[in-house]
């Protein structure tokens, strides 16, 4: 009875841990969020602080920005407007875009490569 309890145990705690490290797949048809990389409707309004965990960013003009970020939010946001920009020490942008009524921030390494944060 003991092994079988320590067991179930062992095999809850796994699926666990596992299932911890999986992140969804990013969804580039969707509106941007405030929170992560294209991912879902909901945009949350762009009032979060530029001080990130990875830094702190700082405003930069949008003709400052690689073409390679702005060709990807075309790509992945034809409609989308950018409204502001920052960078970090670590040449990763946030960018404050609008679409169409909703507004939210996206986050992209200076490769064009979209971050989750």
């Not at 969804?24 to 309004?45: I, M, R, Y």
């Not at 979060?48 to 003009?61: F, I, L, R």
């Given at each position: 009875?003991?092994?079988?309890?320590?067991?179930?145990a062992?095999?809850?705690?796994?699926?666990?841990?596992?299932?911890?490290q999986?992140?969804?797949?990013?969804?580039?048809?969707?509106?941007?969020?405030?929170?992560?990389?294209?991912?879902?409707?909901?945009?949350?309004?762009?009032t979060?602080?530029?001080?990130?965990?990875?830094?702190?960013?700082?405003?930069?003009?949008s003709?400052?920005v690689?073409?390679?970020?702005?060709?990807?939010?075309?790509?992945?946001?034809?409609?989308?407007?950018?409204?502001?920009?920052?960078?970090?020490?670590?040449?990763?942008?946030k960018?404050?875009?609008?679409?169409?009524?909703?507004?939210?921030a996206?986050?992209?390494?200076?490769?064009?490569?979209?971050?989750?944060?």
């Open positions: 009875m003991k092994k079988l309890i320590l067991s179930a062992i095999v809850l705690g796994s699926l666990t841990t596992m299932s911890a999986e992140t969804p797949a990013q969804d580039q048809n969707s509106a941007p969020t405030e929170q992560t990389t294209p991912a879902t409707d909901q945009a949350a309004p762009a979060e602080q530029a001080t990130q965990t990875t830094g702190v960013y700082n405003e930069v003009k003709e400052e690689p073409a390679a970020v702005t060709e990807s939010l075309k790509k992945a946001y034809p409609d989308a407007e950018l409204t502001k920009a920052y960078v970090n020490d670590k040449k990763e942008y960018l404050e875009v609008k679409l169409g009524d909703k507004e939210g996206l986050y992209a390494d200076e490769t064009g490569k979209w971050i989750q944060k």
